[in-house]
């Protein structure tokens, strides 16, 4: 006889309050914000652009925003300029000032 199937379960992580998933959303937001920002500066500093006669044509142009924006997520996510960490702050400190208001 065989052994009836039971499902393995893994244990779910224990839900946040209300207070770390508004600082959670505030961290995500301020990341986000310093990855915009960073794609801008890329996009200035001429990254992704075509060089010239080996370049990829109309199709790198057309991806050459894409190619930034990931370039710019991955900065952000391996600590980026420090930008997304003042802009924390910065909103965590007008959430006090408000009273504490979370959405």
């Known amino acids: 006889m065989s ?14 309050d209300k207070d770390s998933a508004h600082k959670a959303a505030l961290q995500q937001v301020a990341q986000e914000l310093e990855a915009s920002f960073l794609t801008e500066m890329l996009k200035h500093a001429s990254f992704g652009e075509s060089r010239g006669s080996f370049g990829g044509g109309v199709g790198e142009e057309q991806f050459a925003s894409l190619l930034r924006a990931e370039h710019a997520r991955a900065l952000v996510e391996r600590g980026g300029i420090g930008l997304a960490q003042s802009l924390y702050t910065a909103l965590l400190a007008r959430g006090d000032q408000e009273g504490g208001a979370n959405p």
């Open 3 to 16: 052994d009836p199937i039971t499902p393995i379960t893994s244990p779910l992580p224990a839900p946040l």
